[in-house]
Each structure stands twice: as C-alpha cells, then as structure tokens.
C-alpha cells in the first residue's frame, strides 16, 4: 500500500531534550516535506527537499533541521525543543511535476513541557 | 508571500443540501491548487488537483473549479452525506512550496 509513514505518533518530552521525527515514504517520491499544524494558524511549510541531498526552507525553518541522504526518508530534527514548538506536524511526499498531489501521514502530535 | 483564505471558517448545513466552498489566493502565479479533506486527528487526505490550466476537475459529487486571474477557487460537493463532516482545506503550490487556506469545517446534519 502506498503510504507516507511517520513515527511517533505522540511524543511528550521536555524543554532542551533533542528528538527526530522520522518520516518514510514507500511511492519513490523525489519531493518530500514537513508541515506544522496550529490552531488558528493553519499547516505552514517548515523544510521540503526536491531530493536526495537537497533540502530547502519554508516559512517557518527556526529550530528545525533535516536531512534528506536516502529518497525514502525524511527526518525532522529539534535539536533543542522548546514549548512553542508543541504543535502537529504532517510529512507530505509527491512526484515531481506540477500535476502531482501531495500525500500527507497521519501526523506526529508533540507536546514539549 | 502568498495568502490562502477560506469563508467560512464553519458552516453546518442539512443533509441533502449541496455544499459550495471557497478559497482565495493572492498570487495567481500557481502551479496548481489541491484540495484536501482532514478528519479530527488524522492526516490530509487529497480530494482534487486542478492546475493551472485547468478550469475544473471532478470527482464522483466533487467538483473543484479554478479562475486563476480572479484568485478564487470553488469546491462543491452535490447532494451532502454526514459522512461530508470535516475540515476541508485548500492549497496553493508555486515552485516548491505549499501555502495552505486555514480550511473550512463542515458540518452536515442528518
């Protein structure tokens, strides 16, 4: 089944303890990207990588980190979490080309204390 | 920087009834617009993509259509099912990046 798998689900940690969000896509997917989910604020666009090795900001990049070495993968990065970054975070891949949908994973809920 | 807006932010209507959504844009310089459902506490699911050269795109009772020069884009949905509930969100793509609407949640009432 084509999916777009992110793990965890649910995370609560605290202030300052670093963590990664894996992000893993099963459709050969050269485009991939990380969103958060805020209420009032809707889905912004934190990091996306149109490939192996090349990965771009979005709009709102602070206190976030990626890497793209493999094209299945995708991780996000807080180096050092702080509670304005608890929030809902969606991983989205797509083919290249302006006529390919994105799909989303199921979401990772984050709660930073 | 691109803005996304959808009105209403929340509507509930009868069962049967049909839905009409819509979403603006301030940059019609787009790549293509998707619409998407989200149900509470899952993911996006895509409904429809229409390019930029495209007028309108249809999908069983869905049907999106797109006026690029006006910034506006129009989702309807024939005949609503209380299976319709949920946000519906719509999202503009230029180059590599996404600008997403703050969606619509649809209430249908059986």
């Known amino acids: 089944e084509a999916q777009v798998t992110q793990n965890p689900r649910y995370l609560i940690t605290v202030t300052g303890k670093k963590l990664t969000v894996t992000c893993s896509q099963n459709?050969?997917?050269?485009?991939m990207s990380w969103y958060r989910q805020d209420p009032g604020l809707g889905l912004r666009q934190i990091y996306y990588s149109m490939n192996v090795e090349v990965t771009d900001k979005g709009d709102v990049p602070e206190g976030y980190k990626v890497s793209r070495k493999e094209k299945r993968n995708f991780p996000l990065i807080l180096e050092s979490p702080s509670p304005n970054q608890t929030s809902l975070y969606f991983c989205a891949s797509s083919s290249q080309g302006t006529n390919q949908p994105q799909h989303f994973g199921d979401g990772t809920r984050l709660s930073i204390l | 920087k691109q803005e996304v807006t959808q009105i209403p932010a929340a509507l509930s209507v009868p069962e049967g009834e049909n839905l009409v959504l819509n979403c603006s844009f301030t940059?019609?310089?787009?790549?293509?617009l998707q619409w998407f459902r989200q149900d509470p506490g899952k993911g996006l699911t895509s409904l429809l993509l229409i390019q930029s050269s495209q007028r309108e795109q249809t999908s069983g009772r869905l049907n999106a259509s797109l006026d690029k020069s006006s910034g506006r884009s129009t989702l309807y949905i024939a005949a609503s099912q209380p299976g319709d509930s949920a946000t519906y969100l719509c999202a503009v793509r230029r180059n590599n990046r996404l600008a997403f609407g703050k969606g619509n949640q649809v209430v249908v009432i059986p």
């Open positions: 940059d019609s310089a787009i790549y293509n």
């Open positions: 459709m050969n997917h050269e485009y």
